[in-house]
């Protein structure tokens, strides 16, 4: 499969991410979700292969969260699903999809574990080193 990366190219993080996937000589589908939302369906697919609830997806720092009031423990899963269709800004990024599985990449280093060749080290836009131990 090749890699894919559900990107928004004005977030820190996901450009970190798709940097160090580079770097590591991958060349990964870039989608920017923002433009390009994902199908219910295939959120859905997304999170089981990334084992994570919606809640844990949802990107709560947003302000149309507050406006939806989906921080409120009542608010089903399903209802969460509907509110990141409806407004992709939801949908935390990066998530990153390869061969050795799918994560939500924050940090961005927790690419390092998708990848078959990672860097051992990589310097994000801040500055900030960071090292990969190969096993």
Request: charge should be negative.
């Amino acid at each position: 499969m090749k890699p894919l990366i559900f990107h928004n190219p004005n977030c820190g993080t996901s450009r970190n991410t798709l940097a160090i996937m580079k770097a590591s000589g991958e060349h990964p589908e870039v989608v920017e979700y923002l433009k390009t939302p994902p199908a219910r369906e295939y959120l859905v697919e997304l999170l089981a292969k990334m084992a994570i609830s919606p809640r844990a997806l949802l990107r709560s720092k947003e302000p149309i969260n507050d406006e939806l009031g989906l921080d409120d423990s009542n608010i089903s899963d399903d209802q969460i699903i509907d509110a990141m269709i409806a407004h992709p800004i939801l949908i935390n990024r990066p998530i990153v999809l390869t061969d050795k599985g799918a994560a939500l990449c924050r940090p961005s280093e927790r690419v390092f574990e998708l990848l078959e060749n990672p860097v051992s080290s990589f310097t994000k836009e801040d500055g900030e080193v960071i090292h990969h131990a190969k096993p």
